[in-house]
């Protein structure tokens, strides 16, 4: 599918910059940057093909990755204060992006044949796992574990997909269905300030 | 093994409580709670597995794994402060999961066809890195690195065991022998407050 | 190549000694002091065998890289202080290390079919990740994205390789000359305190 591709590779140039301007704030120097924008882009798949044992891991097989985060990283550096005033517009490719990484990695890991459950974790880890590394390498607590409802986002979409996909709906057809819905529960999470419970 | 298993899929619970606990204390949502309870359950099985390139990893064929961890985060969020209480029973499950871990571990490299010096690794890293990932994703210096024996005991267990090994020890006495033995070892070490000595 | 051997498996000593040292810094104790030795002498070429899918992990497959190691970390144990001292001697070690590193890991990667922009990353890797780890682990935002121009270095080898690969050098002359390149090269940016520009 020609235009899962082209999302998945805009989400990884989008991710990459997302994490080479996390490097700027930290202040490190350019291969700081270039390794914080890099780590963020390839994390989450780099992490769902190890623990498949799907490797070389994906984005060794075709360059447009590296060279869609090479051009993530070079944008951040050269545009990095535009990019910011961009928010909105970064919010919402963001946003496609981990809609569309939690889509392709659950149908990678249900074509490696695993259980729909464990499907369902690999497309959460692919779209997740990249700004848990970035954060780690940052030395902080990973933000996803702090305040983002967004991994139950990826949840609530994995699973939609795997009801959709038992109930014999085309693939084309649920992936439009799981992407939008992954995108609006987001968007509205983020307008209406839904927050998962306090429990501590 | 039976008995075997049947530990094994305890001890994972009392570690995805283990990890689910400290994400508690970290403040974290329910969902970075729940995260660091699988982590701390399944890290070190997954390092290990990944290393040995027996992928997908283990928990990822059994779903009674998952299905532990998931009762072992909600146990940890319905009844967090009596899990704190019941601290004994908890130590001396986390004891047992421990001992059982290591000579599992070490087994299943052993059996990959690893030199036994590797194994013994093995039989480590699938007791202790789930704690170890639990503090990094915390953001803490690794617990293990700064005060614990307990790496200490699994590496004389797997020792020992490999020795018993080779003295044509039939694997089940082994086993019950050398988890014996990593159990007394880490109750006396917290009993009478062994610890390594102070180098630095 | 003997010597590229030999080169290997000291530089992987002194690996293991600069992350023991680490570990004292930090207060860890013996394990702790250990288990970052090790880490940082192994992390590199164990991220690149398990990116590249080619597990057990090399270290597994010869115990000279663990007899090493454990001679490593014993040397910063018992000559801590001293090896301190030797810091000129040390750095030269460290440089040569790398230089070696990259180099192998590259062969490696090359050797294993990916595109030679993948292997020069992976060359990378295996020179620059054990230090990223230990840093990780020692909870430090990695050095080596704050103020060190040494993976450039590794990444201009890198190319420099690859090229003369391509214009039919031989094997052996174009190891030669990248671990000379390197090595004068990092010696030239530590001398001149070459730095890359500071873009934040």
Same mark, same amino acid.
């Given at each position: 599918m020609t235009i899962l591709y082209f #999302?998945? #590779?805009l989400g990884t140039m989008v991710f990459a910059i997302s994490g080479a301007l996390a490097g700027r704030d930290k202040k490190l120097d350019f291969f700081g #940057?270039?390794?914080v924008g890099l780590i963020t882009? #390839?994390?989450g798949g780099t992490v769902r093909d &190890? !623990? !498949?044992g799907s490797t070389p891991v994906g984005w060794m097989e075709d360059l447009i990755y590296l060279t869609?985060? =090479?051009s993530g990283i070079i944008i951040s550096l $050269?545009? =990095?204060k535009a990019v910011l005033k961009l928010r909105?517009?970064?919010f919402m490719f963001d946003t496609v992006g981990i809609a569309v990484f939690t889509v392709l990695g659950l149908q990678k890991a249900l074509n490696l044949g695993v259980h729909p459950v464990i499907a369902i974790m690999m497309g959460m880890v692919s779209a997740v796992f990249g700004g848990v590394l970035r954060d780690i390498v940052c030395n902080e607590i990973p933000l996803i574990f702090r305040k983002e409802i967004y991994a139950l986002t990826c949840l609530c979409g994995g699973i939609l997909y795997v009801i959709l996909d038992r $109930?014999? &709906?085309e693939q084309i057809i649920n992936t439009i269905i799981t992407v939008s819905f992954i995108m609006i529960f987001r968007v509205m999470a983020v307008k209406f300030k839904w927050k998962l419970p306090d429990i501590s």
């Open positions: #999302i998945d #590779i #940057i270039a390794a882009a #390839i994390g &190890v !623990l !498949l869609m985060i =090479g $050269l545009f =990095g909105r517009t970064f $109930l014999s &709906v």
